[in-house]
């Protein structure tokens, strides 16, 4: 029997009166990317912080490559990689300086730092860049840098905390392929974060938290089928034939069909996926009803996060990182 | 090509040159700091020697040292135990800079000694602030200040110096780790001055308000100021209080007393992280 590498059971932590993690369970199998999905505040970087050592649970118990996170803390840090919610990297040291610090602390003799180093600035496309003082980095540059100071020991276990967090896009890409490439590799990854497109992007099983706790799991795909599979979705050209045309739709298609005033659109979940789009199209089209567009879409986490916690993943400007106490 | 991870230390020994080991790299870090932005370096040890020049020439052509000499002899070993306690700054700046930016996670998540973070800091505090004080010594010269008692009192005061910028290093972890924001340190820097003044660094305390001069006198940074004084023969001493009857002992004992005060807390600060 081979042992998960990541492993949580009833973990609880409390700040004060509130509770960061209350019941946290999670088990992660070897070489996959879980994502753990959930917006500010619902105790992903205290469950994170829990299973990289950084924090000590009030409660419950977690192992991480096999060892205890408490009591076997030092055989933990030697074989995780952490990628925290900013880079933690030295910002007048030089990105091969840098590299060849946390690998001297690492224990790495002079010599083999320095290889190291060098490989993993060619490995993220730093090598041109790896003299440059680190504040001249470029966002994404920053994160890759960081994301290669994670790997020096090319640790089975990665952690990565809302690592695209504050990236433009093409840094966020940047950073997507190279976890694809650490994945490809055989690493197991714990990816936390508050982009659904990165959950779908990256993770093989999803974690979905809230309030501290895990509230469903399951592939990306499966998680999107708990919404009860596929919508049908009509765009109208004209406003004032909206109604009519969730009146045909949900005769047709044998559903309950809602109209979205602001965008034309009437949205339907469907079983029968072809069918009931053959079936509202002939209807529209015999009820002379103008469509703009008519299409089958599978529910996005988006909607899957607000059917299963009733609020939307991302509150509207709270910014507020209430899971870090200063 | 695959990295063979070194096994982590077994015997108590092997710990111990772990965290000698780590120490040192993490010493070392801050040392390529210099190499890489030496600006910053020369500006600190410029200011000082600014403040010298400010207080010696600007200032110093209307104060009076008691019991007669020149002011400059008098200013000197207060402008010396001044950049010490100026240096707190610098431990607090680097003590929050890596908490903020995420670095001290990056130890701490990784299979390095924990203490070599903070032992790494001190010793590149204290060889910062030892160079800074070579550099004001050799300003100090410049301007017609010397030491007159033998080599073992000029290295004794020296020494004094060194001790009460050591325990003002656990004070500055202390406080960084407390505030644990840029923000936070802009508010301690502004206390530091009025803490550096409120001294017998600038002018004897004979020489101020009553109640005003007793606190001067009392502050641990007077005890070094008067003790160094002493041992290089500098002018401004004949102070009749208890304190500075004793100030060598005071000099010794102050140091102590802080650092049986914040070595605890800046440990127990380390360990709330974790909480």
């Known amino acids: 029997m081979t042992t998960l590498p990541v492993l949580a059971e009833g973990l609880r932590k409390r700040y004060g009166t509130a509770s960061a993690l209350d019941g946290f369970d999670l088990a992660v199998p070897s070489g996959t990317v879980c994502g753990l999905l959930g917006p500010n505040g619902a105790g992903k970087t205290t469950a994170v912080r829990i299973l990289t050592t950084l924090l000590r649970p009030d409660g419950g118990r977690a192992r991480v490559a096999g060892f205890d996170v408490v009591a076997q803390a030092a055989q933990v840090r030697h074989r995780i990689g952490l990628l925290g919610q900013q880079p933690a990297v030295d910002e007048i040291l030089s990105g091969r300086q840098n590299l060849v610090l946390f690998a001297r602390l690492h224990h790495l003799g002079a010599a083999a730092a320095g290889r190291r180093a060098d490989e993993l600035l060619e490995r993220f496309g730093l090598a041109a860049t790896g003299s440059k003082p680190v504040r001249r980095y470029s966002g994404g540059m920053r994160r890759r840098l960081d994301l290669a100071a994670s790997l ?11 690592p695209t967090t504050g990236l433009d896009p093409r840094g966020r890409n940047e950073v997507w392929e190279a976890v694809r490439a650490l994945v490809a590799g055989g690493a197991t990854v714990l990816l936390t974060t508050q982009y659904l497109e990165e959950a779908d992007q990256l993770a093989d099983r999803v974690s979905v938290i809230d309030q501290g706790r895990v509230i469903a799991e399951g592939s990306p795909d499966q998680l999107k089928s708990k919404l009860g599979g596929d919508r049908l979705e009509v765009v109208v050209s004209r406003a004032d034939q909206l109604a009519a045309a969730a009146a045909t739709v949900a005769r047709a298609a044998e559903t309950e069909a809602e109209a979205d005033p602001d965008t034309r659109r009437v949205g339907a979940p469907v079983r029968d996926r072809v069918a009931a789009l053959t079936e509202a199209a002939r209807a529209l089209h015999a009820a002379g009803i103008a469509v703009e567009d008519i299409a089958l879409r599978r529910p996005t986490l988006d909607e899957v996060f607000l059917h ?8 509207a400007d709270d910014e507020a990182r209430q899971e870090v106490p200063a | 090509m695959t990295t063979q991870a070194p096994p982590l230390p077994e015997t108590a020994l092997q710990r111990l040159r772990w965290a000698l080991t780590d120490a040192w790299t993490v010493t070392g870090r801050d040392l390529a700091h210099w190499t890489r932005q030496p600006a910053g370096l020369v500006l600190n040890l410029a200011f000082m020697v600014m403040v010298v020049l400010l207080f010696g020439y600007l200032f110093g052509g209307a104060m009076t040292v008691p019991g007669g000499g020149s002011y400059r002899e008098f200013l000197l070993p207060g402008m010396f135990a001044l950049s010490m306690l100026f240096g707190v700054e610098s431990t607090m700046v680097a003590v929050t800079t890596d908490a903020a930016r995420g670095v001290t996670d990056r130890f701490r998540a990784m299979p390095m000694a924990r203490s070599a973070v903070v032992a790494g800091r001190a010793a590149a505090d204290m060889l910062s602030s030892t160079l800074g004080l070579a550099v004001l010594l050799a300003c100090g010269l410049a301007v017609g200040w010397s030491w007159h008692g033998s080599a073992a009192d000029t290295l004794a005061a020296l020494g004094l110096l060194v001790l009460f910028r050591f325990a003002l290093i656990w004070v500055g972890v202390h406080l960084g780790l407390l505030v644990g924001n840029p923000e936070g340190v802009v508010a301690v820097q502004v206390l530091v001055w009025p803490i550096g003044f409120l001294s017998n660094a600038l002018a004897p305390t004979a020489t101020m308000p009553g109640w005003l001069g007793a606190v ?12 160094t004084r002493e041992l290089f023969g500098n002018p401004g001493l004949g102070g009749v209080s208890w304190a500075d009857q004793h100030a060598l002992l005071l ?12 070595v605890p807390l800046a440990v127990h600060r380390w360990q709330r992280l974790s909480r």
């Open chain 1, 152 to 162: 020096i020991l090319a640790p089975p276990v990665l952690f990565l905390d809302e």
């Open chain 1, 308 to 315: 299963l916690t009733g609020h939307h993943p991302r509150p």
């Open chain 2, 216 to 227: 001067a006198e009392w502050n641990p940074l007077s005890a070094t100021i008067t003790a």
């Open chain 2, 251 to 262: 000099a010794v004992v102050w140091p102590l007393a802080i650092l049986a005060v914040f």
